[in-house]
């Protein structure tokens, strides 16, 4: 019986052994085609996995070349490229996300001025800068404000038009909240301070008061935040929380699917979220779909559009081998300038050769066409009406550090809406910036 | 086969050793090194010198979450091992179904900690809920709410040693102990216990440790609000290495002095048991 056990097990350890090597040569025989380079691209929207995934297949068919694409789950992005960059096989193209993200990855990122793609943006506005050199390429604009159910905000009694500014939402809000009983939905969907929700709110919205301060002082980053307008920001989060469908004291564990769920169940006419949404919330029907600015009450709001910009620049590992890095430069040319490619970044339903929806995006390239994500079509009316798109100052935020500690601290005020515990939510914005930007200098 | 076993024990022990120094001696010694450096990705760091450990000691949440993480561990410590034995003593009983409690009492502990941590969050919600509170706004109520979720998960698992323990204390001990008249409190304290010391040993150890070291369910948990007062040494380590860019040395050293509390810790708490234990 143990001989038997003994051979048994010695057989085993062979088929081990057979099993690896075996697998090793299946990767040489994938490497002796024509081409030379490989693509590993880490994606950082999970939304668009599939997609990204398609298209690495489509290219590899064109072309012969190995395009991997891993993608990392929602809110683990920088957890994951640290490991894999550590690797020996390395991706070759990564994300980050803005002139922070920047700061930790400039040492591998190679310089794209005068790349192929680099000629295909139709503004240098969308690369990313170190210095003299290109380290990333904004591929995504995106735009977020808060999206709006037309058709309940009509049986509320109210149009688009009868909001303006922050004093015509509050009441159009106030009012939702005064009749949500008779009407059967509320003003706004839960705000969500869970992990996968609490972005919208200390990063996304904490974005208004800070494009409002770097506008008046004429900046675009700052060592030092003022918080000028932070009683503006506790102005529109109250507003957010009380007129909600949920009570404030339960939004630490509401999750962004709870956020959604109300929206597309009709049980709220307001939604603070971005044209990455659509497809979540596309039930609703387009007709039924708008999006507005997120008004706080600031000088000239009246001329406020949407906010507009990019936390998605790609940027090309300068550590990996030439031909890598050439192969990578390839694909993302292909990919802004390929017909198929392109249908499948921008399109909607079925654009995909599989029958798939594409991602929805707009692109900041020449290649970008008029859009099927009808939330983007409403930013192109708001900038053709002659509005000011707000810009993504978030990516100069100091951390992520600074953004959990107003997080947390907005949490605690929404429970307990006190004084006291809005002064903490300042000093987590102004002093925990001071320390935050002094902590990672 | 002695003569064999003498022979060719090299060649027996190489692979576990091999597998040892990969996975453990290896990532340990690397590890400690980059408590010394700056860097983004593990294999390319330059050497900074004490400079980390410095700012990991002037941390003043790195400090909270030590006392935070050390209470916990104390009273998870007590109650586990209190109702453990308990249950184990009661469980060794001559009752009918004990195989049956057994199984349900270890079971909890096959679920994993994130998954726990997220199942106990909405028991806990649902609770709360009703006083207009929840789990993740004061760190007193995370406190509690993981010492139950902990409990709940382990005391199964400590049962088990327990029952074990008990199960090898000899009948005749106890027979004798009947006819010299002893009440069967004198009997646990002088016999039961006292033979028990090893498992109690071992299920001390274990249960401080993981305290001490627990992760997943505190970030499934309260994820360290608010304002990472519920944070412990592990999360906080954690969140250090990510949170920041410039401060995955600053997580690093931090986690090379958890190692150490956690051995100094593990080393005294064995030292004082392990005095007590009686050869049987």
Redo the contacts between chains.
Sequence with gaps: MKKILGVLLSVLMLLALVGCTSSDGGNDAGNTTEATGTVYYLNFKPEADAQWQELAEIYTEETGVPVKVLTAASGQYETTLKSEMAKSEAPTLFQVNGPVGLASWKDYCYDLTGSKIAGELTSNDYALMDGDKMAGIGYVTETYGIIVNTKLLGEAGYTLEDITDFDSLKAVAEDITARSGELGFSAFTSAGMDGSSDWRFKTHLANLPIYYEYTDEGINDTDAIKGTYLDNYRAIWDLYINNSTTDPSQLSVKTADDAAADFVLGKAVFYQNGTWEYNNIADVGEENISMIPIYIGAEGEENQGLCTGTENYWCVNSKASEEDIQATLDFMYWCVTNETAVKGICGGEGALPSGEAGMGFNIPFKSNPESSNPLVNINADYEAAGKKSVTWNFTTMPSEEWKNGVGSALTVYAADQTDANWDAVVSAFVDGWASEKAATK | MSKNIKKYWPLFVLPTFLAFIIGFILPFLIGIYLSFCEF?????ATFVGLTNYVKAFQDTIFQHSFWYTAAFALVSLIIINVVAFLFALALTQKLKGTNIFRTIFFMPNLIGGIVLGYIW?LIF?GIL?QY??????DSRLGFIGLVILVCWQQIGYMMIIYIAGLQSIPEDMMEAADIDGASSLQKLFKITIPMMMPSITICTFLSITNGFKLFDQNLALT?G????MSEMMALNIF?TF???????GVGQAKAVIFFVIVVGIGLIQLYFTNRKEVEQ
């Design positions: 983004t990705t593990v294999t390319d969050q919600s809920s207009s509170m929840a789990i993740n706004l994820a609000e608010p304002g990472k969140n990510y949170g920041r860019a410039g401060y995955e």
